[in-house]
């Protein structure tokens, strides 16, 4: 016993000895923590600070949270800011509520065994994913205008042509169609990472399932949902993430003023406008960094309630 | 038997949804290249028929090919976007698979330092960014979008490839240790193999935003020299909005190079994928 018990600290204190410092793992850290440190972490500080100063006279003065009182409570700025934050929750809602239950159905399907040709409809539908907003914005703007008349003429088609508006010229619809653009853009992303994930369940737990009676729908749901939650959580945090910063489509399509009537205003697009200027408005740095504070604690706060409530319950399996 | 007769109109529902889905993915594209073949009449009389010896007109091209330098705006793209990826790739697994195989202290900070970059688009500092670039007189060179990009494309690399790194077995890697192989050599050896088919994932969600960026061509490199095909595309299609032709055949030019592009690396994804998903 006493002997077992000297052999235990013996080698505790060997492991102890034997690695003080452990240099791999310096090696493996710092390439990436030296390029993102110095182009990510120290410009979004410069950035913060920013937003607590105002140029007044040529030069920099300290205002604390002037910057925020003025986005929040003047007019000029609050009507925007809100317009555009309630936009964006539109935006994101939609995609939520179309883009991944499409993606995870897409996902699912293409993984169903000795199902032919999943490799062409993988490789179809990721395609748009691969295009960059200024084609996306650009062809959908053109499908969707009333000058070329596609739209009109597929919807004859199926009989409904006289459902037809001018979508991205209406003020009611203007930020749907473009959300659902988004969605036909990037639905490859939630289907390539369910994809991966189902493919990776052993076989083994797919054959007891089969024993055991459980195929089809029911299979899915009770075996293959639960195993690939920790994807579907991943997928849910990138689309609210890549929401809350988007800006390019609406740009591309609709310009920075985010038309009809600022209709399709999200975060993204009022950031640029208030830190660049547009038309008779002279651009602001410091609003700018103002706004961009909001849009980095709204995400925060999403990715918290990410990292501390959702993925500390979800299960991982190690196969 | 009947696992035979139930599952023939399952695949042919699959198939429908599939199809389906792939038309709706694929019709914009093929439309806009159809009709950049067109003349301007054709374009509009009828835009749903494949050209047709009547109204073939390459007038579109000509436009686009006498205006802008396509061919160099797309090699500074293909630059940038290889160089970044590779960075990206090769640093994010490495720390990675630091944060998670060992356990040191402040593990779990640096997990969230390094997580902290999903959340924050890098476009928020781009005022310093920018500062950064004229006082290291870097800008209007491809290395400074080189080095924003590796840095944009680092946090989420390091985060999904941790998650799949997890999944590795502790016992191949303690077998590994036991014949005496190095960290080293187990990372780019053992893990790195095992990870792949993530790895083929991270790539292409880090190449899409990289390739198809307009912010940073735009403040960093907008030089002609530097110009991206993105941002060249851009421009372009600001200059010529009531020209359809010209339109159409830039789109058409944007979107044919990366679509070939994406064929070629899209079987190694693919085969990346299936061949040997963690297990």
Not at chain 2, 213 to 226: G, Q, V, Y
Request: net charge positive.
């Amino acid at each position: 016993m006493a002997t077992k018990l000297m052999a235990t600290k013996l080698m505790a204190a060997e492991t102890r000895a034997k690695r003080p410092i452990r240099w791999h793992v310096g090696v493996f850290l710092a390439p990436a923590v030296l390029v993102y440190t110095a182009f990510m972490i120290l410009p979004l500080f410069g950035t913060l600070q920013l937003s607590l100063f105002r140029n007044i006279e040529q030069s920099q003065v300290f205002v604390g949270l002037g910057n925020f009182r003025t986005l929040f409570g003047d007019p000029n700025w609050s009507v925007n800011f809100w317009n555009a934050l309630r936009n964006n929750v539109w935006f994101f809602i939609i995609h939520m509520l179309v883009q991944n239950p499409i993606g995870i159905l897409l996902a699912a399907l293409l993984s169903s065994p000795r199902l032919r040709f999943t490799a062409f409809y993988r490789t179809a539908i990721f395609v748009p994913t691969i295009l960059s907003f200024v084609i996306v914005g650009f062809a959908w703007k053109l499908i969707l205008s009333p000058i070329w008349g596609v739209a009109p003429h597929l919807m004859d088609f199926v009989g409904l042509k006289s459902f037809f508006t001018p979508w991205l010229g209406k003020e009611q619809y203007a930020l749907t169609a473009l959300s659902l653009v988004s969605v036909w853009q990037f639905v490859g992303i939630p289907m390539m990472l369910i994809y991966a994930a189902l493919l990776s369940i052993p076989d083994e737990v797919i054959e007891a399932a089969e024993c055991d009676g459980v195929t089809g729908m029911a299979q899915f749901w009770k075996i293959k949902l639960p195993l690939i939650l920790p994807s579907i959580g991943i997928i849910s945090i990138l689309t609210f993430v890549g929401n809350f910063n988007a800006f390019d489509l609406i740009y591309t399509a609709q310009g920075a003023l985010a038309g009809p009537n600022y209709s399709t205003d999200i975060l993204g697009t009022f950031l640029y406008r208030a830190f660049f200027g547009f038309q008779l408005q002279v651009g602001d740095p410091n609003m700018g960094a103002a706004i961009a504070t909001i849009m980095f604690l709204i995400i925060l706060a999403g990715v918290c309630v990410y990292l501390f409530l959702v993925q500390t319950r979800l299960r991982r399996y190690q196969f | 038997m009947s696992t035979a007769t139930r599952s023939l109109p399952r695949a042919l529902g699959a198939h429908a949804i599939l199809l389906t889905y792939t038309a709706i993915a694929l019709f914009p594209v093929i439309l806009v290249v159809m009709n950049s073949f067109k003349s301007r009449a054709g374009i509009f009389g009828a835009p749903l028929t494949p050209p047709t010896p009547k109204t073939l007109d390459l007038i579109g091209y000509t436009t686009v090919f006498g205006q802008g330098d396509f061919i160099h705006y797309f090699q500074n793209s293909l630059v940038v976007t290889v160089a970044s990826l590779f960075f990206v790739l090769l640093f994010g697994a490495m720390a990675a698979f630091a944060l998670s195989e060992y356990r040191f202290r402040g593990n779990t900070m640096m997990g969230l330092y390094l997580a902290l970059g999903i959340m924050i688009p890098i476009r928020l500092g781009t005022v310093a960014i920018l500062q950064l670039m004229v006082a290291t007189g870097l800008v209007n060179t491809l290395t400074a979008l080189i080095l924003v990009y590796t840095a944009q494309g680092l946090p989420l690399a390091i985060f999904i490839l941790s998650e799949f790194m997890k999944q590795v077995s502790d016992d191949l890697k303690n077998a590994g240790r036991i014949d005496g192989l190095s960290e080293y050599t187990i990372f780019f050896r053992l893990v790195l193999p095992l990870v792949r088919p993530s790895m083929a994932t991270v790539a292409v969600f880090t190449m899409i935003p990289i390739w198809n960026d307009l912010w940073f061509p735009l403040i960093l490199a907008p030089s002609e020299d530097t110009k991206t095909v993105t941002l060249g595309a851009q421009l372009f299609l600001g200059q010529f909005v009531t020209n359809w032709n010209a339109i159409l055949a830039a789109l058409s030019l944007a979107i044919l190079p990366v679509l070939i592009l994406y064929v070629i690396f899209s079987r190694q994804l693919i085969r990346g994928i299936t061949s040997g998903a963690v297990k």
